[in-house]
Nanobody, 126 residues
Framework: QVQLVESGGGSVQAGGSLRLSCAASGYTYSSSCMGWFRQVPGKGREGVAVLYGGGGYIDYGDSVKGRFTVSQDNAKNIVYLQMSSLKPEDTAMYYC???????????????????WGQGTQVTVSS
């Protein structure tokens, strides 16, 4: 059974940083795509960053390029999202997601990802 558990959300002032973590289990991480998405009430889910568990592929949503960095610890099946230079418009619920047994390109369309974590709230104040 695929399980994704996020942690690391919280409140921060504009310009600050936060790091999110997602621990994955129940499938072959190294041959799967992993992604971070975010959603605010009343809006659709937005792709933030994706990577391939086997390495060699990373992509970002346009709104976070240059500020966010996605990385992974393959030995522990953990994917991270380092968020820097945070803005109030980054406030959202952040979700970790997986596309098991999927080679790159991973894509940033949320509906292509079949497994989801419970989400972690990120709030950026001005």
């Amino acid at each position: 059974q695929v399980q994704l558990v996020e942690s690391g959300g919280g409140s921060v002032q504009a310009g600050g940083s936060l790091r999110l973590s997602c621990a994955a289990s129940g499938y072959t991480y190294s041959s799967s795509c992993m992604g971070w998405f975010r959603q605010v009430p009343g809006k659709g889910r937005e792709g933030v960053a994706v990577l391939y568990g086997g390495g060699g592929y990373i992509d970002y949503g346009d709104s976070v390029k240059g500020r966010f960095t996605v990385s992974q610890d393959n030995a522990k099946n953990i994917v991270y999202l380092q968020m820097s230079s945070l803005k109030p418009e980054d406030t959202a619920m952040y979700y970790c997601a997986a596309r098991p047994a999927t080679p790159p390109p991973c894509g940033t369309r949320w509906y292509d990802f079949t497994a989801w974590g419970q989400g972690t709230q990120v709030t950026v104040s001005s």
